[in-house]
């Protein structure tokens, strides 16, 4: 018995062993493209690099189209008796931000206001890529490079309260940003694709080919959402490039981040401090809210050309499907409120996102990111690799997952600074701004000592 006990120990043993080493094995990085053509036809043999000045401008024939189509909208069924926004949307809510929208939202005031900053367009691997860049006023103080990149349903938009907060210099700091903030292709007003295959890593090449463009062959990254992914894989194909990765959605998807996340919820205290258990366990509760609102995410990453025909030519019905996506990611915990989370932010804020939406009609081309962020095996093999680039994690209370930092190090070994904080959502940059350029300015400070640390 003892001898039968002793192999079923050694095998018990060597199991583990084999499973932790497949699961900490990094595999090699897959050979890609870094010239990819994405627009129309075949890559021709000149380029068009120049760099061009840029207004936003909501013309007038737009604006006609858009407020007869509000205007002619069918009336709303109400929601049931005793439900506020716990089956999606609140029509009645609804109805009077779409009457905001259509009367009282001042679209030349809010396209002055974003046009305070410079704006560019510069075509990098076919596409014409948007993007905001803001040089601080400034003497005696290190100016630092940093590309901002939003995520879905956002663009470039997201970051204008936080773009002067990152551009004046700051007593106690010797340095001071000079901000990119990047519409993503197929969002704002970047031009998308026809052509399959342009994933967040693929993304992350051409974004790593627009600030090569722009001058920047090193530079510092702040993003979120599918900004975030889309930073990640720079940070791992490109890490001698990135100074440093600052993510307010801070996320590892190795198999072995998996692993722990999931046997944390047999031994919590072996992955995460008691203080933030509630933000992961018990999976009773994390699964379902998952559940419950990930429905959006399956649609998108499986039939995006769908649900964006469904609401291409109807400006309520896409400011309904968004904004109730916006809410909940904002505060979780209203949907027994008439505005289900929507009043953490600004509505002007709100009715600018859907009318860059709108306008440029980019509906369909940003829900395809999610479908392409599933189909190719590089994706995958690149996430299975850790990156030495310094990270820093702020994370917000409703932002769509936890994970601790034990279980981020995984991917970001070099996780340099990690906040957590009691509230503030998904949308950072417009939620909570000054908190979200507090953490960079920290973080900066933790980046350029690591590698002063590093480079002796």
Known sequence: ????????????????????????????????????????????????????????????????DLRMRLRNRRPYTPPLEGMKSENGINTIYLEKILNYWQDEYNFKERADLLNRYPHFKTRVQGLDIHYIRVKPETKGKQVLPMLLMHGWPSSSKEFDQVIPMLTTPRKGYDFVFEVIAVDLPGYGFSEGTNKPGLNP??????????????????????????????????????????????????????????????????????????????RMYPLSDTLPYLMRESGYYHLQATKPDTI??????????????????????????????????????????????????WANERITTSMRLYAEAFITSEIFIVHEIPTKV???????????????????????????????????????????????????????????????KNDK
């Open 1 to 64: 018995m003892f001898k039968s006990f002793t192999i079923l120990a050694v095998a018990i043993v060597g199991m583990g062993v084999v499973t932790n080493y497949y699961l900490q094995s990094v595999p090699d990085m897959p050979n890609l493209d870094f010239d990819r053509w994405w627009g129309d036809g075949n890559k021709p043999k000149q380029e068009d690099e120049t760099i061009r000045p840029f207004k936003i401008v909501f013309n007038e024939t737009m604006l006609e």
């Open 201 to 278: 890593l693929q993304i992350g090449i051409l974004m790593k080919n627009l600030m090569k463009r722009l001058g920047f062959d090193k530079f510092y990254i702040q993003a979120g959402d599918w900004g975030s992914q889309v930073a990640t894989h720079m940070c791992t194909v490109f890490p001698d490039d990135i100074l440093g990765f600052h993510t307010n959605m801070p996320v590892s998807i190795r198999l072995i981040s998996n692993l722990k996340y999931f046997l944390g919820s047999l031994f919590p205290s072996l992955v995460v401090e008691d203080k933030y258990r509630h």
């Open 308 to 357: 964006g025909a469904a609401i291409t030519d109807t400006p309520a019905g896409m400011a309904a499907y968004i904004f109730e996506k916006i809410a909940v990611v904002s505060n979780k915990n209203q949907l027994n409120t008439l505005h289900g989370g929507l009043e953490s932010l600004a509505l002007d804020d709100l009715i600018d996102t859907a009318t860059i939406l």
């Open 390 to 452: 310094p990270t820093a994690a702020i994370k917000f209370l409703h932002e769509i997952i936890y994970q601790p930092d034990c279980i981020l190090r995984d991917k970001f070994p070099n996780l340099v600074h990690s906040t957590t904080l009691d509230f503030g959502g998904h949308f950072a940059g417009m939620h909570t701004p000054k908190e979200l350029a507090d953490d960079v300015f920290e973080s900066v400070v933790e980046f350029i000592k690591f590698h002063e």
